[in-house]
């Protein structure tokens, strides 16, 4: 019995892929001002986040994770590349960015914020305020009390 749970036990360790793979070959395959949206679709895939603003920019991502500990349940990061792309309205690739573990750090980050102001003067607040009025209104309250 021990030896049927002994062999069945692996010494290799887990490894976590996710998104890409090989993303750091494969974006060499791409030219500026050649490849087009299909050339890199058929190349990697779907992106794993598209965003527009002026020109459309599609990030691929590749992380991998390995095992350290079975008991800990700690991982290793291997790989985390990054590739960004930006394709022109014309769906010509224009501009791309490849990032891994050790250049990624030295990416900044913008430490601007986005602030929301909701004031009293929405929409919401004035349709509120206006319903309230009508329900508040002594006409209505006078009819109900005939």
Avoid at 120 to 138: T, W
Wanted: proline share 2%.
């Amino acid at each position: 019995m021990l030896v049927l749970f002994i062999s069945n036990c692996s010494l290799n360790k887990v490894v976590k892929h996710h998104g890409v793979h090989y993303l750091d070959k494969k974006q060499e395959k791409l030219v500026l001002s050649t490849s087009n949206k299909n050339d890199i679709i058929s190349l990697l895939g779907p992106p794993s986040t598209k965003s527009t603003f002026d020109n459309d920019i599609w990030i691929y991502i590749e992380r991998k994770k390995i095992e350290t500990s079975i008991l800990r349940k700690k991982d290793k990061l291997l790989i985390n590349n990054v590739l960004i792309v930006e394709i022109n309205n014309k769906g010509i690739l224009v501009k791309k960015d490849f990032f891994d573990v050790n250049n990624l750090k030295d990416y900044k980050f913008s430490e601007e914020k986005t602030e929301v102001n909701y004031s009293k003067k929405s929409f919401v607040y004035d349709f509120l305020s206006s319903l309230r009025q009508k329900i508040d209104a002594p006409i209505k309250k006078n009819k109900n009390r005939k």
